[in-house]
Each structure stands twice: as structure tokens, then as C-alpha cells.
């Protein structure tokens, strides 16, 4: 499979635990991005990296979270203290630089109980 | 920052009528549209996307169309089968171009149920 892989696909964590999520993008993508999406609403942009760089952040990503693009492959996005309201369907995309849109994985369900 | 409306957030049709979703944006410099389709449970699809220097756009049995004048996009689906029921969010970006992010801004949906 070349799609997007995101992992875990489901995580169940109580109120205040850390969370990481991991996301592997299309090989030849260099641009990497973070959406989170809640029931009944669409996918809301939370980063954004070209390679390695983090070059955008939504005013959404509370300092509790964090994301990393060490080697310009994979990503990961650390919820820390997780709260109930970070329930979410948080979804990575990627594309070839250049191209707009994205390709996107199936992304990983967090329930904070 | 931009902002995309989209209507209707429900919309119901018969096999093998045609349905219409309707998206505004609020940012001139936005100059790429996608629609993506998402069925429950499972990931966002690109299923058609416009540029700003094109008018209109046909793929088989779907079609975008764009008016940079009015900031407006729809969607056109023609002869719906009960596969198509979905919902389908439309998204603007200023994408492609020099260090533009090409983030997607989102509407908020529309849940299209075809009835057999």
C-alpha cells in the first residue's frame, strides 16, 4: 500500500495521559500536514511541514500540543495532559511540493475519557 | 483568514436525480478548490478540483463549477446511485504557488443520502 498510514487507528486515554500519534506519508511527498476533524464538522488544519521544517501552525495547536518531521519521513503529533475536548479524528495528508491539496490517511479516532 | 460556507448541510435526492452542494468563500487570493467525498468511519477522497483560471470542470458524472466574481463553487452530481451517499466537504487553498502553505480550509459538509 503507497496511501498515507496513520497509526494508531483508534486510542482510548483517560484525562491527562500523553498521547502520540504517528503518521507516514507517500514516499515522494515532501509536505506533510495535521488536521484534526470532530463529529459533524470538516478537517481543521493544525500544521503543516515541507521536509523537516514545521513552516505553519494553526492558533488551534495549544502549546500541549507538539509535532515533529525529524528526517523529513514519517511525522508524529504528541497531545500532552490530553482534556475531553481533544476527542477528535486527527488526520494526516501529504503532497508532492507544489501541489495543492493532499492525499490523506485514515487517520487515528482519540476518545479522552 | 479564509472562511468557506457550505449548503445545504443535508440533502436527500432519488436514484438518478441530480444533486447541487454549494460552497463561498471569503479570501480572493484563494485559487484551488477540491471536493472531497467521506463515507463513514473512512478517510477524506479527492473526488474533483477546480483552479481559479478555469470555469468549469467534468469528471464522468460529476462536475465543479466557479465563479471568481461571486467567490462561489458547486458541485454538480448527475444521475446518483445509492453509492454516492456521502458526505462531501468542499475546501478552498492558495495553493501550488511560491511558499504558500496549501492548507485546505474546509467547509462543514453535507451529508447526501441517494434513495434506491
Known amino acids: 500500500d503507497t496511501g498515507v498510514s496513520q497509526n494508531p487507528r483508534h486510542k482510548i486515554t483517560k484525562r491527562g495521559q500523553n498521547v502520540t500519534f504517528r503518521c507516514d506519508p507517500i514516499s515522494e511527498h515532501n509536505r506533510l500536514y495535521w488536521y484534526r476533524q470532530t463529529l459533524g464538522q470538516g478537517p481543521e488544519f493544525l500544521t503543516y511541514f515541507q521536509n523537516e521544517a514545521q513552516l505553519e501552525k494553526s492558533r488551534l495547536l495549544s502549546d500541549r500540543f507538539s509535532a515533529e518531521r525529524p528526517k523529513g519521513s514519517f511525522s508524529t503529533l504528541e497531545i500532552q495532559r490530553t482534556e475531553q475536548g481533544d476527542s477528535a479524528m486527527y488526520l494526516c495528508?501529504?503532497?508532492?511540493?507544489?501541489?495543492?491539496?493532499?492525499?490523506f490517511g485514515s487517520g487515528t479516532r482519540l476518545t479522552v475519557v | 483568514g479564509e472562511n468557506v460556507e457550505q449548503h445545504p448541510s443535508t440533502l436527500s435526492v432519488q436514484e438518478g436525480d441530480s444533486a447541487v452542494i454549494k460552497c463561498t468563500y471569503s479570501d480572493s487570493a484563494s485559487n484551488y478548490f477540491p471536493w472531497y467525498k467521506q463515507e463513514l468511519g473512512k478517510r477524506p477522497q479527492l473526488i474533483i478540483d477546480i483552479r481559479s483560471n478555469v470555469g468549469e470542470k467534468k469528471d464522468q458524472r460529476i462536475a465543479v463549477t466557479l465563479n471568481k466574481t461571486a467567490k462561489h463553487f458547486s458541485l454538480h452530481i448527475t444521475e446518483t446511485q445509492p453509492e454516492d451517499s456521502a458526505v462531501y466537504f468542499c475546501a478552498a487553498s492558495m495553493g501550488g504557488y511560491g511558499g504558500a502553505t496549501n492548507k485546505l480550509i474546509f467547509g462543514t459538509g453535507t451529508l447526501l443520502a441517494v434513495q434506491p
Open positions: 495528508a501529504s503532497s508532492p511540493s507544489g501541489a495543492a491539496g493532499g492525499t
